[in-house]
Nanobody
Framework: QVQLVESGGGLVQAGGSLRLSCAAS????????MGWYRQAPGKQRELVAV???????NYADSVKGRFTVSRDNAKNTVYLQMNSLKPEDTAVYYC??????????????WGQGTQVTVSS
């Protein structure tokens, strides 16, 4: 079993910044991709940013140039630095991690979600 603990959400004015963190722990042999998704009220969950192991990062067009995803492999932690926030960034943000367990089986885990609210 793999657990994800998110932190860093909150309320911020438009133009402000927030940094989200997500730490993975538990039955982990290796981690492949780490990333962030978000879901606004009445909308489907969408990809925000993902950073695969050894590959290039991938961002939603709506956040390019404003958000930066990074990972600390030693800490099994992924971060999302969000700058120049807009009201349309308001959503619940979910961390997502994929990898292999110690028994070499695939796992995919989701964080509990953290609310980000951007006021105009």
């Amino acid at each position: 079993q793999v657990q994800l603990v998110e932190s860093g959400g909150g309320l911020v004015q438009a133009g402000g910044s927030l940094r989200l963190s997500c730490a993975a722990s538990g039955n982990i042999r290796s981690i492949n991709s780490m990333g962030w998704y978000r879901q606004a009220p009445g909308k489907q969950r969408e990809l925000v940013a993902v950073v695969p192991s050894g590959g290039s990062t991938n961002y939603a067009d709506s956040v390019k140039g404003r958000f930066t995803v990074s990972r600390d492999n030693a800490k099994n932690t992924v971060y999302l630095q969000m700058n120049s926030l807009k009201p349309e960034d308001t959503a619940v943000y979910y961390c997502n991690v994929e990898g292999r367990t110690r028994r070499d089986t695939f796992f995919e885990s989701w964080g509990q979600g953290t609310q980000v609210t951007v006021s105009s």
